[in-house]
């Protein structure tokens, strides 16, 4: 995770480039997540959030952008088993609104989402950047499965290294 923050931070050299995020892959992000020593937990459910509570970039300002914001959520849904999604998960967490550089994530309360939810000292919390690494909006039903295929450890062979 660490490396893949770096190497999109060091994308923005400028302002005048844009963001230029990899093609979302759930293959990929559990690799890259199951590898790391945080625990995560897979969640597919509804978020709900004080939209207001979302960073803004004031564009004449730019490095007054935070380069996180954390707001209070509620995620309604079933975490991921080696049955699949079949365990009820309703709790308070914290949305990690995350911003590079100018960049922040968009979000809508009330989305259906299939979220890496890292678990750290009993508090859950849903980091999002705005490549959308760790969430899966609108999840189709071949990405839930690949979740479920890469939990129980079948094929699980992420579309890019």
């Known amino acids: 995770?660490?490396?893949l923050l770096a190497t999109m931070l060091s994308c923005l050299s400028g302002p005048a480039l844009a963001l230029s995020c990899m093609a979302p892959d759930v293959a990929h992000t559990f690799t890259a997540l199951d590898e790391q020593p945080e625990t995560f937990v897979v969640v597919h459910g509804t978020l709900t959030f004080d939209e207001t509570l979302l960073p803004?970039?004031?564009w004449e300002n730019q490095d007054a952008t935070p380069p996180s914001t954390s707001i209070p959520a509620q995620l309604t849904g079933q975490s991921l088993t080696r049955d699949g999604f079949t365990a009820p998960f309703d709790?308070?967490?914290t949305f990690d609104a995350v911003c590079f550089g100018p960049w922040c994530v968009s979000a809508a309360s009330g989305s259906e989402v299939m979220a890496?939810?890292?678990y750290e000292d009993g508090a859950y919390v849903f980091g999002?950047?705005?490549c959308y690494f760790?969430?899966?909006f609108d999840p189709d039903q071949a990405m839930l499965d690949t979740a479920t295929a890469?939990?129980?450890a079948e094929a699980c062979e992420p579309k890019f290294q």
């Open 56 to 58: 803004v970039t004031d």
């Open 150 to 152: 890469c939990m129980r």
């Open 134 to 136: 760790t969430g899966f």
């Open 116 to 118: 890496f939810v890292k």
């Open 128 to 130: 999002l950047g705005p």
């Open 91 to 93: 709790r308070a967490i």
């Open 1 to 3: 995770m660490k490396a």
